[in-house]
């Protein structure tokens, strides 16, 4: 196994390893990609205060999220298409996160179905909706979910359309993909993932296509969400979604107070700072930037996670710090997963648990909840900077 130290060595693996349409596929941000790179540029900006002589045995990084202690306050975030990154990659993915103590998320456009993930897990994973303009299908699923034991429903709510991805245009993205010269060119040096491929029935949109009637093309994921995503989903239909499911929920996709404060009035039980890891609004703020107004808004209400541009424990650590109670990663692990499958995910998750423990321990500190703003120097108006 190559010696990984961080998750840029998983990332260059995966692009080294995965066809170059699934690696764009993850790799790209919405039109210009601003929001793209300022997701972890901003994260460079903020830098830590060491803190020396302090007691720093019977240290751990284990935190809550829902309630649940975890090995740390870090959930794999849905990803759609997860296993054309890697034959089966979602339950890979499910099956990492549960040996390790933290949760995953199944997102809809999935390729393994929440029955697939099910079958080959046994701690309950979490389950992302994108709701249909089919009521009868978001209810079916919902059951499904209930049926296969999810224990709480990730409501995606910035993502009624798709912001464009220039990449996957230019490439013509599809699952599976098809066969032009250039695919077949691409392949020949990806042979391991054709191999692995070959092996496994598992490669449509596992939630949806049998599901729900489409004509047309069913292997684009453009096709599907321009055809069939519900752009009437408004507070009011979330509220219903949320009355439906009866359980856990988490609304994910909030980037200001005012959003924040209509999600907790909702009564969801956590809402994720997120945009979408800048594959969506191409022009929006960091999340990382706008979580402190966020936390002050509605922290007392509700649970306060974020994503978007998490790249190391030092990240996870400085989005803590700043107020959020966990946080979801999603490149981080697919990078692991392109990279090696269900070991590079457990290697990823790995990595991420070693830097939060030593840049804690360097910080003086010995658990994510005693965190705070004095362990970190932030630049004047970094918050402010932008009304
Ligand atoms: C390739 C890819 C596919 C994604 N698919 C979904 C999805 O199906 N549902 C969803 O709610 N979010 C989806 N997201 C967003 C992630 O859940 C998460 O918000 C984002 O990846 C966080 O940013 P990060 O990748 O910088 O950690 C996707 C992200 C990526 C990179």
Redesign the pocket.
């Known amino acids: 196994m190559p010696v990984i130290t961080c998750i840029d060595d998983l990332k260059r693996l995966h692009k080294r390893r995965t066809p170059k349409m699934f690696y764009d596929?993850?790799e790209s941000g919405s039109y210009t990609e601003q929001t793209f790179r300022e997701?972890t540029t901003d994260f460079a900006q903020i830098r830590l205060n060491q803190k020396v002589a302090v007691d720093l045995t019977g240290r751990s990084t284990a935190g809550p999220m829902l309630g649940e202690n975890r090995a740390m306050p870090v959930a794999l975030?849905?990803?759609?298409l997860t296993g054309m990154q890697r034959a089966d990659g979602e339950i890979k993915a499910a099956k990492a996160a549960e040996k390790f103590g933290v949760p995953y998320t199944l997102?809809?456009?999935s390729v393994c179905s929440i029955e697939d993930v099910a079958e080959h897990t046994s701690a309950p994973f979490w389950f992302?909706i994108y709701t249909l303009t089919d009521d009868d299908y978001n209810r079916r699923v919902l059951e499904r979910a209930r049926a296969a034991g999810c224990s709480a429903l990730v409501i995606?709510v910035d993502l009624q359309l798709l912001g464009q991805r220039h990449k996957d245009l230019k490439n013509g993205l599809t699952t599976p993909p098809k066969l032009t010269p250039a695919v077949l060119a691409d392949l020949a040096t990806k042979w391991r993932w054709g191999l692995e491929m070959l092996q496994t029935k598992r490669r449509f949109f596992g939630n949806i296509v049998g599901h729900v009637e489409m004509e047309g093309d069913t292997s684009s994921l453009a096709a599907w969400t321009a055809a069939k995503f519900d752009q009437r989903l408004d507070w009011d239909r979330i509220k219903h979604l949320m009355d439906m499911w009866g359980g856990k929920v988490i609304l994910?996709g909030i980037l200001n107070p005012e959003d924040a404060e209509l999600a907790a009035a909702t009564g969801a039980d956590a809402i994720v700072v997120?945009n979408?890891?800048g594959?969506q609004l191409d022009g929006a703020l960091s999340s990382l930037r706008v979580l402190p107004s966020i936390v002050q808004a509605v922290g007392n209400k509700t649970e306060v996670w974020m994503?978007?541009?998490?790249r190391s424990g030092q990240d996870v650590l400085k989005a803590l710090a700043l107020g959020a109670k966990g946080v979801?990663?999603?490149?981080?692990y697919?990078h692991g997963l392109g990279a090696m499958g269900e070991p590079g995910v457990t290697r990823a998750l790995e990595v991420i648990q070693k830097e939060l423990d030593t840049t804690m321990a360097l910080c003086g500190e010995t658990t994510p909840a005693a965190l705070g703003r004095h362990n970190l120097l932030v630049p004047k108006d970094f918050f402010d900077s932008y009304s």
């Open positions: 596929y993850a997701n975030a849905p990803v759609g997102s809809t456009m992302q995606t994910k997120s979408h890891g594959r994503d978007s541009g998490i979801m990663i999603g490149r981080a697919i």
